[in-house]
């Protein structure tokens, strides 16, 4: 016999049974040149996890003796595939922001993605409760997000950042051992190790039906697997740890019989509309087979609404297409039916899959098709594709097994590797965080080297191929400088204020208050620093900037009025001690109000020449700017007075009705308000009507006044 591809041995090692198959390809089809079945003597396996691994490895010897003299020859390697109830499916949502917006690349969908798989990671160990080492065997992205809105593919467009909904599937190592262990015990090793919903899936669905969104239901004894195609892809893979045996463990309960007698009653309900039996007592029994899917009723349903449930949330929470389904646990009468009526589908969109699929297979006489096969032969046809395999690899001198998914990258292997993601890229150094005028800022840090990336000594990068043996070496990125900032770096900085100092102009350093205390413009900003930028000096400042130490008693001025050494001094304001300020007549009273007093008073009396008279003239180029922090103007005096009037406005948010003066001014409302003028806490703000006002600023009914204290 001539063949023409290579002789492949594939192995479908189930919950009930072990089936062995050896054929090759010829063409598009599929020799079957031999196959045996052979069923665990004892529960060796549990919901297709291998619990003796001594007894499965004597199985295996057992089916591979009968098919080396059905073949006439050796067989010396095997295709196997894992079970799905080790999978673990973790779906997740992740986002990135960026420092600025940018246009996305490709390398930032990867980024993106291996960030989601770590978070997918992270979230799968904090309900693993077992030892198992479990790793990524796969991923998809159900949609992603730019500025949180949906889009089809983020690349190319702008956006300030981007997220993605994830589903993340694990698989144990200790299981995947377990798997080669038992094999090895038979004297072969694996050519080839898939998983079994992607093995059912190649005889299953062909690829040309692979645009659609379709899902596999592999029903077996112990498990469902569940698997999700769409646009050309396997999208996604599912475990449900329900399947035949449940049925069985009822009719078992049901009818008093062991499992394996329960399990030949199942069997024979697809055949016989009555079953005779035995049960434990010795007594002979029979059972209707309607009787019987009356009893299982309950429990399918219990089978297909969490097969249900899978498929959509698999399926980006939406029910898919069409479901085939294959494998023993679902050849059972009304699961499909049930299972359309779960996912909301017509009846005819669920339907088993075996021998309408296999038209390209051959088998030898005496072999039904059936949707028993597919698995097994989607097994042995997977060798060919050689695209779902575990390979190894070393990495920064580790030897590593990854899982093959056809198209591996050195992104992949450094997630396998556990190799911190921000490793692979560039980092800012670390961001500063401050407050100016109680207002949070950031500066971010700069940005560091790249990993350096080789494979197999070739520079490459995380998008670099990767294959069975490579070498892979990385460098990881490093991260830039952290953030740094002066005080005389903020906008808001001047380098210097000017005042005038006894007919002097003098140039004074610009300082901030940082936490409370005062700092030079050559302080560097630290973490969590509040920052208020002072804009004045107080007379003591002043006094120590220059030098000087004035007597108890010395008299100070500042803008011609009497101030203390605390009083502030700002922008253009001029400062005058001793003689010179002794001349400055003096307030009256200085009680809370004595300001506004004055004030009034110089709005209500009439200014002659001779009351001026005594002060000194203050030339243009001197004089002090309009005073907009508690300085009173003089200003000229008002008109004759008026019929009194009653006006009403609003101070601080509150209404105030001013009577008894034929007009008012801003200081008139000081007499109405709770304002407290003798103990200062800053300087004074008055505005009105959003705009700043002096105190003889003339007011009207309607007006809307504001007065605080500005630190």
């Not at 007698?261 to 029994?285: H, N, V």
């Not at 890229?425 to 401050?434: A, Q, T, V």
Request: charged letters at 25%; a negative charge.
């Amino acid at each position: 016999m001539t063949h023409r591809g290579k002789v492949v041995f594939g192995l479908d090692i189930g919950t009930r049974s072990i089936v062995g198959t050896v054929g090759y390809k010829q063409g598009e089809r599929f020799v079957v040149m031999a196959q045996r079945v052979r069923e665990h003597e004892t529960r060796a396996m549990l919901d297709g996890q291998i619990h003796d691994i001594k007894k499965v490895g004597n199985s295996i010897s057992i089916v591979k003796e009968e098919l080396e003299k059905d073949i006439g020859g050796k067989l010396k390697e095997v295709c196997i595939a894992a079970a799905g109830r080790v999978l673990r499916t973790v779906t997740t949502h992740v986002e990135t922001e960026f420092s600025e917006e940018k246009v996305i690349k490709e390398e930032d969908v990867y980024a993106l993605s291996a960030q989601g798989i770590e978070q997918a990671y992270a979230e799968f160990q904090e309900g693993n409760d077992t030892d198992m080492k479990f790793y990524c065997v796969g991923y998809s992205v159900i949609r992603y997000y730019i500025n949180h809105y949906p889009i089809g593919n983020p690349e190319e467009h702008k956006a300030s950042g981007m997220g993605a909904d994830m589903i993340v599937t694990f698989l144990p190592e200790d299981v995947v051992d377990g798997l080669y262990k038992a094999v090895e015990l038979a004297g072969l090793e694996v050519a080839n190790l898939t998983l079994e919903p992607i093995a059912a899936i190649q005889v299953a669905i062909p690829e040309k039906f692979r645009m659609l969104n379709i899902a596999l239901v592999d029903v077996g004894a112990g498990t469902s697997d569940i698997s999700i195609t769409r646009d050309g892809a396997i999208e996604a893979y599912g475990m449900i740890p329900t399947a035949g045996d449940s049925l069985t463990e009822v009719i078992a309960q049901h009818c008093l019989v062991d499992f394996n007698t329960a399990e030949q009653i199942k069997r024979q309900a697809e055949e016989r509309e009555e079953i005779t039996y035995t049960d434990i007592m010795g007594l002979p029994q029979t059972i209707a087979r309607q009787e019987l899917f009356t009893l299982l009723k309950p429990s399918i349903e219990k089978m297909t609404q969490p097969v249900a449930d899978c498929i959509r949330e698999l399926n980006g929470d939406k029910p898919v297409s069409a479901v085939f389904v294959v494998g023993g646990g679902g050849r059972i009468a009304g699961y499909t039916e049930m299972l359309a009526q779960e996912l909301g589908l017509v009846k005819e969109r669920v339907a088993l899959r075996g021998k309408e699929v296999m038209g390209n297979i051959d088998f030898p006489e005496g072999i039904e098709k059936s949707s028993l096969l597919v698995t097994p032969i989607g097994i042995c046809l997977n060798f060919y594709e050689q695209n779902n395999n575990f390979i190894f690899i070393t990495f920064n001198g580790a030897r590593i097994k990854v899982y093959d998914n056809g198209r591996l990258s050195v992104v992949d292997a450094a997630m396998q590797a556990d190799f911190p993601n921000d490793g692979l890229f560039p980092r800012r150094g670390r961001e500063l965080n401050y407050t100016v005028e109680g207002k949070a800022r950031i500066r971010r840090g700069g940005f560091g080297e790249a990993a350096i990336i080789t494979v197999n000594g070739e520079l490459g990068d995380i998008h670099t191929p990767i294959k069975a043996n490579d070498v892979v070496q990385v460098i990881p990125s490093t991260e830039g400088e952290k953030a740094r900032l002066e005080i005389r770096g903020l906008p808001e900085f001047e380098q210097s204020i000017q005042v005038n100092v006894n007919d002097k102009r003098v140039e004074l350093p610009k300082f901030a208050q940082v936490n409370g205390v005062l700092q030079s413009g050559y302080y560097e900003i630290r973490e969590g620093d509040a920052i208020h930028m002072l804009d004045y000096y107080t007379v003591s400042q002043i006094l120590e900037f220059l030098d000087v130490i004035l007597p108890d008693g010395t008299p100070i001025a500042v803008n011609n009025r009497p101030a203390e050494k605390e009083t502030p001094v700002y922008e253009n304001f001029t400062l005058v001690w001793g003689e010179e300020a002794s001349d400055i007549r003096t307030w009256e009273n200085l009680s809370s109000d004595g300001i506004l007093k004055e004030a009034e008073e110089e709005a209500e009396e009439e200014v002659t020449e001779e009351e001026t008279e005594g002060y000194e003239e203050v030339p243009p180029e001197e004089a002090a700017p309009e005073p907009e922090r508690g300085a009173v103007s003089e200003e000229a005096a008002p008109e004759p007075k008026k019929e009194a009037a009653v006006i009403t406005v609003t101070v601080n948010g509150a209404p105030v009705m001013l009577s008894g003066k034929s007009s008012y001014v801003y200081v008139d409302i000081f007499d109405h308000i709770d304002f407290d003028l003798k103990h200062p806490k800053g300087s004074i703000v008055t505005l009105l009507n959003g705009n700043t006002a002096e105190y003889l600023k003339e007011i009207h009914d309607g007006d809307v006044m504001e007065v605080y204290w500005k630190n």
